[in-house]
């Protein structure tokens, strides 16, 4: 298949492809007869592999580690990568609960003084200096 068709396939772009390409996550096929060049049914595999290692969280460097590892003998070096972005997706999840607690707060605060001349406190909050 060509480019073109192979990105439809996956539903991302050509430029995506070659950027993979130039980055070293996607080879790149020898030009057949008329200088077209043909993907295998493989490449939609390693592009499903790339895209859904991506949801997950892994940065390319990181597929491209997983990459090297996929000839099943790395079962233990790939587990521990994964065990690291679990921790990072926890920091995360932490983060986000911190964000959604002082959110709702100051959006308590607000609908509290609905209709005062007072400044609004989550607008003054976000003035304020970080850590202060």
Sequence with gaps: MTIGVLAKAVGIGVETIRYYQRIGIM?????????VRRYAHSSIERLHFIKRAQQLGFTLEEVAHLLHLEDGTH?????????????????K???????????AKLIAACGNRRGTKQSCPLIESLTKKVGA
């Design 75 to 91: 079962c233990t070096e790939a587990r521990e990568l994964a065990a690291h972005k679990l921790v990072a997706v926890d920091q």
């Design 27 to 35: 080879s790149i096929p020898e030009r057949s007869y008329g200088s």
């Design 93 to 103: 999840l932490n983060d986000l609960h911190s964000m959604r607690e002082v959110l």
